[in-house]
């Protein structure tokens, strides 16, 4: 199903308790043909990307670090957070239309460096010892392995899922905030970034504080 229009899509989201799944109505950031290739390059650039700290004592108190962001309680992500950046631009091409043996196959020609030096590898990060197929087959088959290996680590009640993703209206709707608020041009951080999103986050506070005391 196409979403190039630039608009926003209102689906249908859920709320489970017990045995039964309410739905409300909820817009759903849709990222443009003309911002897509930006959120890729975004996506995948080397101050997005989350890693664990090599120090054991200091992984499992922080999670996982990046320039830009801190991910907690996420076992599910082992040394870094590429795995599910790649499951999120699978995602976005299929939800533009694409197969998902074709968006498998789109993330794999993407040249960002991060992610093309972690296709081709084993589990353990070293080059496979038995490889079939061409170099393109191997890195589609690897990136659509990674995909399927996501949903049953952090989805294993998909199938009671509708059709709407939280964790790719999550990076999505992040990116267009971050251009929104001039944190990031184009597909980079700004040279001024850390400072424009500590005052970018006390603006959401404010506004929610806000909301809060009207509401009383």
């Known amino acids: 199903m196409k979403r190039d229009n630039g608009k ?3 689906v249908g989201s859920i709320i489970f308790g017990g045995t039964f799944a309410q739905r409300e109505p909820r817009s759903v950031p849709v990222l443009t043909r003309a911002e897509r290739p930006d959120f890729l390059a975004w996506l995948f650039s080397e101050e997005s990307v989350a890693r664990r700290p090599k120090d054991r004592k200091l992984a499992r108190k922080a999670g996982l ?3 830009h962001v801190s991910k907690q309680h996420c076992s ?7 795995t599910e950046r790649m499951y999120v631009a699978v995602q976005e091409f299929q939800r533009s239309g694409f197969t998902r043996r074709a968006a498998c196959a789109n993330v794999a020609k ?3 460096p991060v992610l093309q030096s972690h296709l081709g590898m084993s589990r353990r990060g070293r080059p496979s010892a ?3 197929g061409s170099k393109f087959e191997r890195k589609t088959e690897t990136i659509r392995s990674i995909v399927n290996s996501y949903l049953k680590n952090q989805h294993p009640w998909r199938s009671l899922l509708p059709e709407r993703d939280l964790i790719v209206e999550q990076y999505v709707g992040e990116f267009l905030w971050l251009r929104k608020d001039g944190i990031v041009a184009g597909s980079r951080y700004v040279p001024d970034s850390g400072t424009r999103l500590v005052e970018a986050w006390k603006k959401r506070v404010a506004a929610l504080q806000s909301r809060s005391t009207e509401r009383r």
């Open 8 to 10: 926003k899509q209102t």
């Open 65 to 67: 670090l990046g320039t």
């Open 76 to 82: 599910y992500l082992h040394g870094s957070d590429l």
């Open 110 to 112: 993407l040249p960002f």
């Open 130 to 132: 038995h490889p079939a």
